[in-house]
């Protein structure tokens, strides 16, 4: 059985943030849900989170039925860290620890760490090009492997190393309970380094394995805000190559922001200063405008969303066109070659087959049937201040500019509003309503001046 710890204590003090460090979000999430997420992906039984400062929002965001946390009173190291957590493993278990600031750590990387842990100790390592800050490996004359020296303990000519220890490590849990019990502080720090559980081993005459990775990702971690930003567009680069490389457009890759999942049909084309949060589905021939969000919604073949668009939890059909400059929000439903113009907000509405709200518009609660027409300025007034309200349009139903439909209210099929109409009363098929004042032209009217205008 596979159990994972991992490190989540830290206050981050060079983030420069009230915000515990683990909490910090990248492409979206919080930094410690990603390493979860991987935890999961390799297999982990259960899960162990050690936390620490702000210990009660870390465990809010990752409380889940295999999470375990367990409490850090004191930051005293990495050694003490998983001292936390050690003796709730299972005496079978391979134990895998893992960074909750370490967050795109390559699931095949840790596949062969824990691959290597069943015959003893096992460590990650990479090759860095600037290994300031990482705690160097240490080998002898032959390559074999010695043990890890932190950057503050470590001679000049060690510091010039370049293979780094990432901190991840698996082994046997009895094995791991008995080298962190024989732990000591003695180094600059006054800490309990993890790192020495290595040296232990390899002193017993114990196999201690390094798994070398390749992966940049695999190793870098979040500190200070520059890191979180530079780690949060090496992120969101690689996902724009894993979209492109299945055909997708993209103006700009350093430009386009994937917080959830993305989903891409082909042919599909994205312009710049774009953001998907959520899960997002874009069917093929899809074009997204510039200056777009959409969160936590689908959008159907061909469907062209204009630039500055905000469009969430919402449902856009094939050949749909939507913007620029358009709001739609949860519950809205746009089907087929429908058009939503310029400056036009949806709410919870349905708005049919090759319907129109061309511009200047709000919907809310409502039901628009297919090839209506809705004017200019037309609201719903769905809400009283206590309940709200559905309007109801049947196919075909132009609605002139400048209409206020007052909930709940229908118009049925073929209705027609004249422009400047408030309708309170429903519409049957075929009429026209007409609900505005009589206009009054009077003659030698003066317009009124103001006092210095007097002559």
């Known amino acids: 059985m596979l159990e994972v710890i991992i490190l989540a204590a830290g206050h981050g003090s060079r983030m420069q943030s009230s915000t515990a460090k683990v909490l910090h979000l990248l492409a979206g999430q919080p930094l410690v849900s990603h390493v979860l997420g991987t935890a999961r992906e390799v297999g982990a039984r259960r899960i162990h989170m050690v936390v620490g400062h702000d210990a009660d929002a870390v465990q809010a965001v990752v409380t889940a039925p295999d999470v375990q946390c367990h409490l850090q009173q004191q930051q005293l190291g990495t050694g003490h860290a998983v001292q936390q957590a050690i003796h709730n493993c299972d005496s079978e278990s391979t134990v895998l620890v893992l960074f909750g600031d370490v967050p795109l750590i390559h699931r095949d990387s840790l596949d062969e760490v824990i691959r290597a842990a069943s015959s003893g100790m096992a460590m990650l390592s990479s090759h860095v090009p600037d290994p300031t800050g990482y705690g160097r490996v240490l080998r002898d004359a032959e390559g074999a492997f010695q043990g890890v020296v932190e950057e503050r303990d470590a001679t000049a000519d060690q510091r010039r190393l370049s293979e780094i220890n990432t901190g991840v490590l698996a082994a046997p849990a009895a094995a791991f309970c008995q080298y962190l019990e024989r732990l000591t502080n003695d180094n600059a720090q006054g800490e309990y380094y ?29 500190n200070t805000p520059q ?43 994205i312009d710049v200063n774009t953001v998907f949060e959520g899960t997002v589905t874009l069917a093929g021939g899809v074009s997204i405008g510039a200056n777009c969000i959409i969160s936590n919604s689908n959008i159907g073949e061909g469907a062209q969303v204009h630039p500055f668009t905000h469009i969430e939890g919402a449902e856009i059909k094939a050949g749909a066109s939507i913007g620029p400059y358009a709001r739609i929000r949860p519950g809205t439903v746009i089907d087929e070659v429908a058009k939503v113009g310029n400056f036009v907000e ?19 609660d409502a039901d628009v049937g297919s090839k209506s027409n809705v004017g200019a300025g037309t609201i719903t007034c769905n809400y009283d201040g206590a309940n709200k309200y559905r309007t109801v349009l049947g196919e075909s139903v132009f609605v002139g500019s400048n209409s206020t439909l007052v909930a709940p209210v229908t118009i049925d099929s073929g209705g027609f509003v004249a422009a400047g109409s408030t309708i309170t009363d429903n519409v049957a098929p075929d009429q026209l309503a007409v609900a505005r004042g009589r206009q009054r032209n009077v003659d030698g009217w003066r317009r009124p001046k103001k006092p210095e205008e007097t002559d």
């Open 194 to 222: 993890l790192p020495e559980v290595l040296k232990l081993a390899r002193e017993d005459g114990a196999t201690v394995t390094v798994v070398q990775s390749d992966r940049a990702l695999d190793c870098l971690g979040v």
């Open 227 to 269: 890191q979180l930003e530079q780690l949060e567009r090496l992120h969101q680069g690689a996902l724009a190559d894993q979209l492109m490389s299945q055909g997708v457009l993209i103006a700009d890759r350093s430009r386009v922001d994937i917080r959830g999942a993305l989903h891409c049909g082909r042919d599909v084309c």
């Open 346 to 364: 949806i709410k919870n509405t349905h708005l049919g087959r090759a319907a129109k709200a061309s511009h200047l518009a709000y919907l809310g």
